[in-house]
């Protein structure tokens, strides 16, 4: 497993998702499953943005500045207050005009409100960063920017041949495919596999 996903995996455990899923109002199986299609969706927003020389130095510009990892290490407090966190602004970079496409496919998969949905993915996107941002300050690669690229890429290769043949995730990799060469779908098929795969396995 990549250290990006094991960090992933270590903070989303089950207390966690049960926090987030109360949060939303829906229990831990709903907020499950609507986890479960959200994580790969950003992981693969973000590297689809991460492939341009701007979009890496973009981001790895947001890390240095603003996500040094320490969310992860006060997550019950963050919940508790994720809507006036950054998770908003994290996504209007990352997903752009596609994020009501994006809350309404994951709504109508997992019966959740798109509200909801939307909620959920202002709270994972600053645990995502954070995440990132810490693995870069273990690493020492803050300013690397093909060390970045290299991060978000490790997670997509690792586990390419993992993914299952999942149909709507194949729908949500076209929703997000800017520029229509179907790499997206690639992306959010294959980051994040293992976490599909196993983390949120009941």
Request: glycine letters at 16%.
């Given at each position: 497993m990549s250290e990006l996903n094991g960090l992933l995996q270590s903070v989303l455990n089950e207390d966690t998702i049960a926090q987030i899923g109360g949060q939303l109002g829906v229990d831990a199986n709903q907020a499950t499953q609507a986890i479960n299609l959200a994580l790969p969706t950003l992981l693969g927003a973000l590297s689809k943005n991460a492939q341009s020389e701007q979009g890496?130095?973009?981001?790895?510009?947001?890390?240095?500045?603003?996500?040094?990892?320490?969310?992860?290490?006060?997550?019950?407090?963050?919940?508790?207050?994720?809507?006036?966190?950054?998770?908003?602004?994290?996504?209007?970079?990352?997903?752009?005009?596609?994020?009501?496409?994006?809350?309404?496919?994951?709504?109508?998969?997992?019966?959740?409100?798109?509200?909801?949905?939307?909620?959920?993915?202002?709270?994972?996107?600053?645990?995502?960063?954070?995440?990132?941002?810490?693995?870069?300050?273990?690493?020492?690669?803050?300013?690397?920017?093909?060390?970045l690229i290299q991060i978000l890429g490790g997670a997509q290769q690792q586990h390419q041949q993992q993914q299952s043949n999942n149909p709507f995730m194949q729908i949500l990799g076209r929703v997000l495919d800017k520029d229509g060469d179907g790499s997206m779908q690639d992306d959010a098929m294959n980051m994040g596999a293992k976490i599909l795969g196993n983390l949120f396995k009941k």
């Open positions: 890496a130095e973009s981001l790895s510009n947001a890390l240095n500045k603003d996500h040094d990892g320490s969310i992860l290490d006060m997550l019950p407090q963050f919940l508790g207050n994720a809507s006036q966190g950054p998770g908003a602004a994290i996504l209007g970079h990352i997903l752009g005009g596609k994020q009501q496409q994006v809350q309404q496919q994951i709504g109508q998969h997992t019966g959740m409100n798109p509200q909801a949905v939307g909620q959920l993915l202002i709270t994972l996107a600053p645990i995502i960063m954070g995440a990132l941002g810490r693995q870069q300050r273990q690493q020492n690669t803050g300013g690397n920017l093909g060390n």
